[in-house]
């Protein structure tokens, strides 16, 4: 009788995933992965403040903040064993304010070109017209680059604010970095952005 093959276990790699929320450090490539796909996401904007206006008695919702930008990269790594990569995840804006830059590549042993995701800007206050803002910018990936989503407009047509940027989806189904929602009128605070993340992905 002749052997028998497994052809389903026995010593092949198994994926490895790390997913980073907050923070920064370093990922140590591991032996045996072949290939490193690294996405990163940038914090999204806060949403803008609800305002009233009593002299024309007329309600201005606030602009919802812009989501992060979204960059990815695939690389070959069967030769690069133990070699290491930094990031940075970038925090999510409070309301009113700016979220803040993801990267990676930023330092370690591994020779690449560093990805970034520029910061989303913060909704505008109900006061000065509610416009949703900017989404963040992206470079640095060998596969993806995408700004993120322009965040709602508030204002008069509404006083309960702008909706928040929508974040990028990656792979494995997975987002990061939406914008906050706008702060609905009179005085309400819009929400905070989310924070970005980072994701490394060892097959």
Request: aromatic content about 6%.
């Amino acid at each position: 009788m002749g052997a028998i093959i497994n052809v389903f276990g026995g010593g092949g790699f198994s994926p490895v995933t790390n997913n980073f929320t907050s923070g920064s450090g370093t990922v140590s490539i591991p032996s045996g992965a072949t290939t490193m796909v690294i996405e990163i996401w940038g914090g999204g904007g806060g949403g803008g403040q609800g305002f009233f206006d009593s002299g024309l008695s007329i309600s201005f919702g606030g602009g919802g903040g812009g989501a992060g930008g979204y960059s990815k990269s695939s690389f070959t790594v069967s030769s690069n064993a133990g070699q290491t990569i930094g990031y940075v995840v970038g925090a999510g804006g409070t309301a009113g304010n700016n979220g803040a830059t993801s990267s990676a590549g930023v330092t370690g042993t591994y020779s690449m070109t560093n990805m970034t995701t520029t910061a989303a800007s913060a909704g505008v206050p109900g006061s000065s017209a509610g416009a949703g803002g900017a989404g963040g910018g992206a470079s640095g990936g060998n596969v993806a680059n995408t700004t993120g989503s322009t965040g709602g407009n508030g204002g008069v047509v509404n006083p309960s604010g702008g909706a928040g940027g929508t974040a990028t989806v990656g792979d494995l189904s997975a987002s990061a970095g939406a914008g906050g929602a706008g702060g609905a009128a009179p005085s309400s605070s819009g929400s905070p952005g989310s924070a970005g993340r980072v994701r490394f992905r060892f097959t």
